[in-house]
């Protein structure tokens, strides 16, 4: 069994900032590509930014220049640290990773971002 645990989130002030963190636990053999994703009311799940288990990121555009990514393998751990927030920024975070086959899901953490 996995299960992946976010923290971080809550309400700041635009132009704040906030870190986002995961951690993966359970059975564990090797973690691919880790991500977060949002999902803002009425609108669907959109990738933010991941990172693959080389160390590859890819982002957003509407993030890239404000948000990072990283991770750490020993810890198995994914980070986003999110600068410059936005009003746009406000939804539920969500932190994704991938286990063989198998894609695996946190339950999230909301992002209240005010103007």
């Known amino acids: 069994q996995v299960q992946l645990v976010e923290s971080g989130g809550g309400l700041v002030q635009a132009g704040g900032s906030l870190r986002l963190s995961c951690v993966v636990s359970g059975n564990i053999l090797r973690i691919k590509d880790m991500g977060w994703y949002r999902q803002a009311p009425g609108k669907q799940r959109e990738l933010v930014a991941a990172v693959s288990i080389g160390g590859g990121t890819n982002y957003a555009d509407s993030v890239k220049g404000r948000f990072t990514i990283s991770r750490d393998n020993v810890k198995n751990t994914v980070t986003l640290q999110m600068n410059s927030l936005k009003p746009e920024d406000t939804a539920v975070y969500y932190c994704?990773?991938?286990?063989?086959?198998?894609?695996?899901w946190g339950k999230g953490t909301q992002v209240t971002v005010s103007s």
């Open positions: 994704k990773a991938k286990l063989g086959f198998l894609d695996y």
